[in-house]
Structure formats: C-alpha cells, structure tokens
C-alpha cells in the first residue's frame, strides 16, 4: 500500500494551491477542477478537508466525473492511463488536472474532456 493512501488529502492540498497561484491560477478555480473531477460539491469538498479524510476515504466517497477515465498524459513520469491500481489511477488523475489548470486550461476544457 502506497503511503499516499493514507495521507489526508488536506495535507496536500496546500501544495496544490501553491502550485496553481503560482501560475495565476485561483483557489475557486482548482477547487471547481477538484469538484468537477471528484463529483462532489464544494461544501462537500470543503468538509473532506476539514475532516483530514485520507486520499483513500476520499476517493472511496467520490462519485467521479464518468469522464476521468478520459484523462491521460503523464505525471511524474507515469503515464496516468496505465497505473494499475484504481486508487492510485484516481490519484494520478488528480495529480494530472492540477497541472493542466496550472498550465492554463480552462475550466471548459476539463469540461470536454
């Protein structure tokens, strides 16, 4: 079991934000990435984090966008497609989002994917 299953995604998330307001991205934009992504709402979402829920309690509740299985590319140098194990896929996925609102996209595009 990779240790990242049982880190509370609220100790991440500080990074995520860093890493998109570096880029000129918003905290309201990475938490609609996160909601689109995960299929919750953003007081729901915001309840996860208060309640340091771990990435696998986290993803276990997640209804998840249908379209996530569409997301593909490389993160850290996996390829998000071929991880194996679905918890660690939904991670990846998360992962992969971030850095593309970092990079630019736009909200409408998560939306197409």
């Known amino acids: ?3 990242i299953f049982t880190t509370p995604v609220a100790s991440v998330y500080p990074h995520y934000v860093a890493k998109v307001e570096k880029k000129g991205r918003t905290v309201a934009e990475l938490d609609e990435v996160i909601c689109w992504l995960t299929g919750f709402d953003e007081k729901q979402f915001k309840a ?10 986290f993803f276990a509740a997640a209804p998840m966008n249908p379209s996530a299985s569409l997301i593909t590319g490389v993160v850290c140098g996996v390829r998000v497609e071929n991880v194996d194990d679905p918890l660690m896929r939904k991670i990846r996925y998360l992962d992969k989002v971030v850095d593309e609102l970092a990079k630019g996209w736009s909200i409408q595009k998560f939306e197409r994917v």
Not at 48 to 57: G, K, M, P, V, W
Request: aromatic fraction near 16%; avoid cysteine.
């Open 48 to 57: 996860y984090l208060d309640a340091s829920t771990t990435f696998e309690e």
């Open 1 to 3: 079991m990779s240790r």
